[in-house]
Structure formats: structure tokens, C-alpha cells
């Protein structure tokens, strides 16, 4: 089972991984990084958190790395998280009060809470990382609310990859590819050399979000991926038992 989270964030899928009775091969996609001018990264959040009515989170590394530039529970208003998991890692930092889809881990389930359907003239922060999507953003715009994103971390490719675990990943008989996002996805054909990329799209792929799977047409997979309830190690790793199972009653 490849393992692709950044290094740092990987102990827990490759132990349940194990506990699942699969060989874990870690091989970071990319890397999770804090803001290269953290000091005028924190001026910029707690300058946008003035008379802001509402913060939304897109991700925990969105939390934990926007909490360690403002890291003060008082400095925040009401927040939201994309998904149980940011809402969960929002928590331990001592914020409670917060908005989260009962289900799903889209901006499109955040935009469809009530409190988020009625936000003309509030101003929202939403902290993430890299550009991604502008959905949320455009969507509380077109809703009449003045939207302020800001960057708590960024994101680059691991520095030198074991390429050497990867094609010994590649010489086993049923491989089966772990990744968090879309993103992740994306970028491990950006750090693979051209000649394993066969490997990689033969593989067995799980991830979470419907998006995954054109993505994963798209990128050539020989079978479609099959998709988790969400980005959490658990959600990942039970559905790796349910296809380890069904793999070896077929067998």
C-alpha cells in the first residue's frame, strides 16, 4: 500500500494500514509547509479577522497552521469547517462554536447551512493554503459578503523521493494507492519519472470525493477508484479492508 501523506502526517494510515494486514510503503507527495514570511502571514490574518462575522476553515492543515499565526481562541469569530475532521481539529485548540456540514466534506455541503445562505453584508475569512477551488469564495460573494482568503501554509513536492521504494512498490502483485485529495493525486505524476507512471495507473486507487473519479480517468487508471467517506486515516483505511476483502474472497 503506498502511503502518500506528508511525512509528518503519516504515522497514523501507515499504522492502521498495518493493522488492516497490508505492507505500508511511505512515499510522501508532497509537503505541508508554514508561510515563508510567517510574521507578515499573522499580520494579514489578524488585520482580516477585524470585524469579521464568520471564519472558515478548509482543511485542518487550514486550522492548524492559521491557529499557530493567531493562535489566541478570543482573536477568532463564529467558524466554519469544511468537513467533522477541521471541526474536530478546531476543538482541540479551544474553539467550539462552530458550523459543520452533518454530512459530506465539500464546500458545497458548507454552503448549504443556513448560516451560510444568509451572509450579505458580513465579512468571512477563509483560511487556507495554496489557491484551490473558488467555489466558497465566489458563492459568499455572489451572496453579498465581503470574502478575505488568506494563506496560513504552503505546499511544495518532497525534496528527493525514494524512488527506489517505488519501484519496489511497483513489483507487487496487488497494489493499492492511498491518497488524500485530489491534489496529492495530481502531484505524485508530477514527482514520478514518466517510466512508472504504468505502475501508478494500474493500480488499485483510493481517495476521497466524487471529483476523484474523472480525475482518476482523466490521469489513465485501468479501474475506477473507489471512493472514502473522507480525508481521515480511518475513512481510508476501511475502505482498504473492504476492497482487501473482496479481493480475497474473489481469490
Not at 501507515?14 to 508554514?34: D, N, Q
Not at 460573494?141 to 470574502?147: H, I, K, L, N, S
Not at 505524485?188 to 480525475?215: E, K, N, Q, Y
Amino acid at each position: 500500500m503506498l502511503v502518500t501523506r506528508p511525512a509528518a502526517q503519516a504515522g497514523r494510515l501507515i499504522a492502521l494500514v498495518k493493522a488492516a494486514g497490508g505492507e505500508p510503503y511511505p512515499f510522501p507527495a508532497l509537503e505541508i509547509l508554514p508561510p515563508e514570511q510567517p510574521e507578515q502571514a499573522a499580520g494579514e490574518l489578524r488585520d482580516a479577522l477585524e470585524q469579521a462575522d464568520l471564519a472558515i476553515f478548509i482543511s485542518t492543515n487550514a486550522v492548524h497552521h492559521g491557529l499557530a499565526l493567531v493562535p489566541e481562541p478570543a482573536a477568532w469569530p463564529r467558524c466554519a469547517a469544511v468537513g467533522k475532521q477541521t471541526a474536530k481539529a478546531l476543538a482541540t485548540h479551544g474553539i467550539t462554536d462552530i458550523l459543520v456540514p452533518e454530512s459530506g466534506f465539500t464546500s458545497e455541503a458548507l454552503l448549504a447551512l443556513p448560516e451560510l445562505r444568509s451572509v450579505a453584508g458580513q465579512r468571512v475569512v477563509i483560511v487556507r493554503g495554496p489557491p484551490g477551488r473558488a467555489l466558497l469564495a465566489e458563492t459568499l460573494q455572489d451572496r453579498g459578503a465581503e470574502v478575505i482568503q488568506v494563506q496560513a501554509y504552503r505546499r511544495q513536492p518532497p525534496p528527493a523521493p525514494d524512488l527506489a521504494l517505488l519501484e519496489r512498490w511497483c513489483q507487487g502483485p496487488e497494489r493499492y494507492l492511498l491518497v488524500s485529495s485530489n491534489e496529492t493525486l495530481e502531484n505524485l505524476f508530477l514527482i514520478v519519472p514518466d517510466r512508472l507512471h504504468a505502475c501508478l495507473r494500474s493500480a488499485r486507487l483510493i481517495g476521497p470525493g466524487p471529483r476523484m473519479r474523472p480525475l482518476a480517468e482523466r490521469l489513465g487508471f485501468t479501474r475506477p477508484p473507489r471512493i472514502a467517506d473522507n480525508a481521515t486515516d480511518e475513512a481510508l483505511t476501511r475502505t482498504l479492508r473492504t476492497w482487501l476483502a473482496e479481493h480475497e474472497a474473489a481469490s
